[in-house]
């Protein structure tokens, strides 16, 4: 069996060739996020045709939250209970105690709507650097000068 030189430069030149249209094509997918580990976006693996991220972030977002949340309403009712030891429990207290209670509730109204508004934005490819823009930033300010 003969082996003609031009077709074994050929085959190798081909080889070659593939090789490296291989590699190109590789570096190129990697360099658009094909491959690779991105923790923010569960290992790079998207889950629809936009390239969204799977929803694990958003959870993350939302238990973060709930515990922020719950340790407020828990750091509220040791703040009144000191209170009612200290002073009684009379009529002022008790309205003062209330608008506390309603501060703490539209405060935590204003972070969920935020956090919403923050995931949506994400959704929907926009850059918004956070939750919470300088607008909203006052008006939290102003709920906590009690």
């Known amino acids: 069996m003969k082996i003609n030189i031009s077709s074994l430069k050929r085959g190798v030149v081909t080889a070659i060739f593939g090789a490296a249209m ?3 094509l590789g570096a190129t997918t990697y360099a658009q996020g094909g491959y690779g580990y991105d923790p923010y ?3 790079g693996q998207r889950d629809s045709y936009y390239g969204t991220q799977n929803g694990s972030h958003r959870k993350q977002e939302k238990r973060a ?3 922020h949340q719950k340790a407020e309403k828990r750091d509220l009712k040791r703040h009144q209970r000191d209170e009612r030891d200290y002073y009684g429990n009379d009529r002022d207290l ?3 105690q209330r608008e506390e209670s309603r501060a703490v509730k539209r405060h935590q109204r204003n972070e969920k709507q935020d956090r919403k508004r923050h995931q949506r934005n994400e959704r929907r490819g926009y850059d918004n650097g956070g939750y919470y823009n300088d607008r ?3 008006r939290r300010n102003d709920d906590h000068d009690h």
């Open 65 to 67: 939250d709930k515990r």
């Open 136 to 138: 909203y930033d006052n």
């Open 22 to 24: 291989l590699i190109g």
């Open 94 to 96: 008790r309205e003062h």
């Open 41 to 43: 976006y569960n290992g």
